[in-house]
């Protein structure tokens, strides 16, 4: 059996938060297709709303990268969330009535402010690649490895309202970008201290559990739509 992976066994640990995730409220409801539409209304919200701060994560990745390829990783990173993410964001934001831009000068929940300023002050703070990948990688790894399980558990949701959303995340092209990325973040993290190191998993599963709080909050519809 060949040793685990820093990312690997980052994953590894997190797997009891993520099993959290995935048996939350919100998507107990939304894999059954019992799930209040004004509560995915408001995720769909939610998630706009922190697909704009995560952006920013990117943006101070760049301003402390070395070399043209670090910056390449990030602008692919970014031109995914842009287009594969936004798409189906978009048509859910369409379905509700709402428009990306009408829904921009909203205020972020208190769960989702802590997690976006915890991932904002992770690559600010930090010394490079390391970090900022670190703040990002629960986010992208969680998404692949929960929906994908919710659809081999709940394989009806695909004839939902909330289908578009899953067969995304479950897919294998999104499967891929996360091994890329996945393999970008090892190569990043590779001869760090042993102190540097402690800080990046530190990161990974401080928003591991941001995640579980984005989705605890979901479970409630949002005031002011």
């Not at 509560?39 to 952006?55: Q, T």
């Not at 990173?77 to 831009?101: C, I, M, P, Q, W």
């Not at 769960?111 to 990948?133: F, L, T």
């Not at 800080?199 to 990974?204: A, H, K, L, Q, V």
């Amino acid at each position: 059996m060949s040793e685990q992976t820093f990312v690997q066994q980052l994953v590894q640990e997190s797997l009891p938060v993520w099993e959290k995730c995935l048996h939350s409220e919100f998507l107990t409801h939304l894999a059954d297709g019992t799930l209040d539409e004004a509560c995915f209304k408001g995720y769909i919200v939610e998630d706009s709303l922190y697909l704009r701060e995560y952006a920013k994560v990117f943006a101070w990745g760049m301003t402390k990268a070395k070399d043209m390829q670090t910056i390449r990783t990030y602008y692919s990173l970014l031109s995914f969330v842009n287009e594969s993410e936004d798409a189906a964001r978009l048509h859910y934001l369409k379905h509700f009535g709402l428009t990306d831009e009408g829904i921009q000068s909203l205020p972020l929940r208190p769960e989702n402010r802590a997690y976006v300023d915890s991932m904002i002050e992770a690559a600010k703070n930090g010394e490079g690649a390391a970090e900022c990948m670190m703040a990002c990688l629960p986010c992208m790894l969680s998404y692949g490895w929960i929906f994908q399980k919710l659809l081999e558990e709940k394989p009806s949701v695909q004839d939902t309202l909330y289908g578009a959303l899953v067969v995304d995340y479950a897919d294998k092209g999104y499967e891929a970008a996360c091994r890329d990325w996945a393999a970008f973040a090892e190569k990043v993290c590779e001869g760090l201290s042993d102190e540097r190191l402690a800080r990046c998993r530190e990161i990974f599963h401080a928003c591991s559990a941001h995640e579980l709080n984005f989705w605890a909050m979901a479970a409630s519809p949002r005031s002011d739509l």
